[in-house]
């Protein structure tokens, strides 16, 4: 069956001297995508070759399927594409040998660049103008979710402008509840004095990483060299380029899923399939994704340092989350199952964190948050919560505007959650074993329905996850629950769910590190919120 028609026409009017007829055949052929009978769910193009005795019915034929599919204004004629060649144990360079075939079949022109160390792709990114990125219909990453976090990065550290997260009163330090818009290096100030500018330091991160753990050179990468991709654009003159900015409407980020996890192709395509993910990208398929915005705020209310911001697609966790990240570290030389190993480490030490946590609260999901009372042993998991919605192609859900003020439920009493000063705060405070905040679903082959299977790409919300402490064959349990298609690990009585907009972390002590897509980030006190719709992407959801 046949997903569209036809993608790409060329034509073949040759004379090919076929003996068997009396008369020559003109031909030409038709690129289509369909899917295949022994795997039904990943894309695959194919080829249907169509002939006919006289040349100008031939062009003919060709002209129009070509007038048909130029039509198609969403589909992308310049991409800037980013290669990590060693993620994934080297899939990064094979796989894009592999799909680079069919961009050129359809005409996509394509700039690609190897990345060849930590912030290669940050870098090169930052360092574009608003001109010449403008050239580029979209940017895509061969790799895996670390080399995606690095492109998005360096694109909306540097170009997008929005206030800091919203925090409660009484959170501390100054500028936590002031107004900031972006900080841009091409040069042009903006309307925010410079004091309130959001500051681009890099994070600290490791630089080995086979997805890419990027965010640490500034190294300014050379010029790209554009101009030649669209010979029919018209110049900009002089200053009258327009800004870049955070959402639009031309823009799109892809992704060639080639990492370790590649959680975040999983959970917006349904497939980790490279040919599918391409051919998605060539047809033009646009859905928005939520981005979160991570504070880290300064270290004391005299200090000189600017709060430092990052943005993160699919996840960020404290506590378990990073210490796994942080123990992967030093057993590299493993490939990916280091990851196995370094998550068997750190569960054993079953540490937990003290931390406070205040999110806001959204009373029409109230259903979702679980008791946050000290578990006992023996405690047995809650009844199953209400039907989810999971987040399906064209979803209802994700297509529907976020109506202001959607607060209209009971208050459940607990006593370890106190009630602030704004009514729209909770906090949430002791020790917990890992603090997490999904943006979407976070499948991946270990958990099939990801942490939060409810979790939509659009409806501008976090999914808060607070693991108190408990014994621990009660954290086995819950963790086993995540590779079950079906269940539902989160209604364990030592299991918090909150879904919200924003939430602030307060910590002590500088115990953990956060872990951003899969890079590291040194925090102990930080405000996260959803930017709802912040990017596109080519992506159309998970089909059912």
């Not at 959204?362 to 948050?369: E, G, I």
């Not at 997490?436 to 659009?458: K, Q, T």
Request: proline fraction near 6%; charged fraction near 20%.
């Amino acid at each position: 069956m046949f997903m569209l028609w036809s993608f790409l026409t060329k034509a073949r009017c040759v004379d090919l001297g076929i003996q068997e007829l009396s008369f020559k055949m003109h031909r030409f052929a038709v690129h289509v995508v369909t899917r295949s009978r022994k795997h039904p769910s990943p894309w695959i193009p194919c080829e249907y070759l169509f002939g006919h005795k006289n040349s100008e019915t031939c062009k003919s034929w060709v002209e129009l399927l070509s007038a048909c599919t130029n039509g198609e204004h969403d589909r992308p004629k310049n991409l800037l594409v980013f290669v990590h060649p060693l993620c994934g144990k080297g899939r990064g360079r094979k796989n894009w040998e592999v799909v680079a075939p069919l961009f050129d079949r359809a005409k996509v022109n394509t700039k690609v660049i190897t990345t060849e160390r930590a912030g290669h792709a940050y870098d090169t990114i930052a360092s574009l103008s608003d001109k010449e990125l403008k050239k580029f219909d979209g940017v895509v990453a061969v790799g895996g979710d670390g080399l995606f976090n690095e492109i998005l990065n360096g694109l909306l550290r540097s170009r997008h402008k929005t206030s800091y997260p919203p925090t409660p009163e009484g959170f501390g330090y100054v500028g936590s509840n002031e107004k900031c818009q972006g900080y841009r290096n091409d040069g042009l100030s903006n309307s925010m004095p410079t004091s309130n500018t959001v500051n681009v330091m890099l994070p600290g991160s490791s630089s080995k990483s086979d997805d890419h753990e990027p965010l640490l050179s500034t190294a300014q990468s050379p010029e790209l060299g554009t101009s030649s991709l669209n010979p029919n654009m018209e110049p900009s003159s002089g200053d009258q380029v327009p800004l870049v900015s955070f959402p639009n409407d031309w823009l799109r980020l892809g992704i060639i899923p080639s990492g370790s996890t590649d959680a975040i192709a999983l959970s917006t395509t349904g497939e980790r399939d490279p040919v599918t993910s391409a051919l998605l990208i060539i047809l033009g398929r646009r859905m928005s994704l939520d981005i979160a915005q991570v504070v880290r705020w300064k270290s004391s209310p005299s200090a000189e340092i600017l709060p430092t911001v990052c943005y993160a697609a699919s996840f960020a966790g404290y506590g378990f989350y990073g210490e796994v990240i942080r123990e992967s570290e030093n057993f590299r030389w493993m490939g990916p199952a280091r990851y196995d190993f370094s998550g068997t480490m750190v569960f054993l030490k079953h540490r937990s964190y003290e931390a406070k946590v205040a999110f806001l609260e959204n009373r029409s999901t109230d259903s979702l948050t679980a008791s946050a009372e000290n578990v006992a042993n023996g405690v047995q998991p809650r009844q199953k919560r209400p039907c989810k919605t999971i987040c399906r192609t064209s979803c209802s859900v994700c297509k529907e505007t976020s109506a202001a003020g959607q607060n209209s439920a009971d208050d459940i009493p607990d006593s370890s959650r106190v009630i602030c000063e704004n009514p729209k705060w909770v906090w949430s405070k002791g020790r917990f074993l890992s603090v997490g905040a999904a943006v979407i679903s976070c499948r991946n082959e270990r958990a099939p329905d990801g942490l939060v299977a409810e979790a939509h790409l659009s409806d501008g919300f976090l999914h808060l996850l607070l693991i108190r402490d408990c014994p621990l064959p009660l954290y086995l349990w819950h963790l086993t629950q995540f590779t079950k298609k079906g269940s539902d690990p989160l209604t364990f009585k030592f299991v918090e769910h909150h879904k919200t907009k924003a939430f602030t972390f307060i910590s002590p002590h500088d115990e953990s590190v956060w872990n951003l897509d899969g890079e590291l980030f040194q925090a102990s006190e930080v405000s996260v919120q959803a930017c709802r719709g912040l990017v596109s992407l080519f992506a159309s959801g998970p089909e059912v």
